[in-house]
């Protein structure tokens, strides 16, 4: 995650749209975007072995439910290229970050298999998460758990589970650091496992918008030595605010 997260509860008391990525780390934060916001995130892979154009879309329905749709806009792997897949969920805020206490989340997606010409997903697949983030004075942290239940082209169900730890910091003006160590355990008779880390910087020239570039390297498993990875966040609107409402006034949820 980004050091925005950091500056959020103070930018949105004085109303103004701050960007909440996920980018570019594996992991999610816990924090939905504000009420309201409509929120996109668009970012590039690139290894010798793997391409994908991806994408992201987030709706805050209210200050702790957020809507999310996510695309593999296209992907190759080895000359082979197409669709990739399409994931829907919601994420939900149990908690917020305090002196005492993370911020922590709950999150569900459901995949489907829309990829062409790729190996993509064999059926629907599902998602489910515990995700926690903490402030510790300008360092940011978000950890995240997560099952996934993968359907196989037989109809049986295999899982798999992937852990992440992220951390975040202010680097100079608008510049910030990321890092990140994540991995997947492999699936009953799918999916070997996979263990990787993330170093990216961080641009933010406004609250609402921040670009990102950075490298993933492989630890363990079948995946590229390394990738190249880039992307922006941006916050649309304040579609709550556009039509005359206040943008904390379904909080209740």
Not at 66 to 75: P, V, Y
Not at 100 to 122: D, E, F, I, R
Not at 144 to 150: A, D, E, M
Request: charged share 15%.
């Amino acid at each position: 995650m980004t050091a925005l997260v950091l500056a959020s509860a103070v930018a949105a008391a004085q109303n103004e749209m701050v960007a909440v990525p996920n980018r570019p780390t594996v992991s999610t934060t816990a924090q939905p975007v504000q009420a309201g916001v409509l929120e996109t995130e668009w970012g590039v892979d690139a290894a010798s072995s793997h391409q994908d154009v991806n994408d992201l879309f987030k709706f805050g329905l209210t200050s702790n439910f957020e809507l999310r749709l996510g695309n593999i806009l296209w992907t190759a792997d080895s000359g082979t290229h197409g669709l990739g897949d399409t994931a829907v969920g919601f994420k939900y805020r149990l908690t917020r970050d305090s002196e005492h206490q993370p911020s922590v989340a709950l999150m569900y997606m459901l995949t489907a298999a829309t990829a062409t010409n790729m190996p993509g997903s064999a059926g629907p697949s599902h998602s489910f998460a515990f995700l926690a983030s903490k402030d510790l004075g300008k360092h940011h942290f978000d950890f995240n758990l997560i099952g996934n239940l993968l359907e196989s082209r037989t109809g049986d169900f295999h899982h798999n589970f992937l852990n992440a730890l992220a951390w975040s910091h202010p680097v100079r003006g608008k510049w910030g650091a990321t890092a990140e160590i994540s991995g997947v355990t492999s699936a009953q008779r799918g999916l070997a496992g996979n263990a990787q880390f993330l170093t990216s910087a961080i641009y933010t020239p406004e609250s609402r918008l921040v670009f990102d570039i950075g490298v993933m390297g492989r630890i363990a498993g079948e995946i590229p030595h390394a990738m190249f990875v880039a992307g922006v966040t941006y916050s649309v609107a304040n579609l709550y605010h556009d039509h005359g409402h206040r943008q904390n006034s379904p909080a209740s949820f």
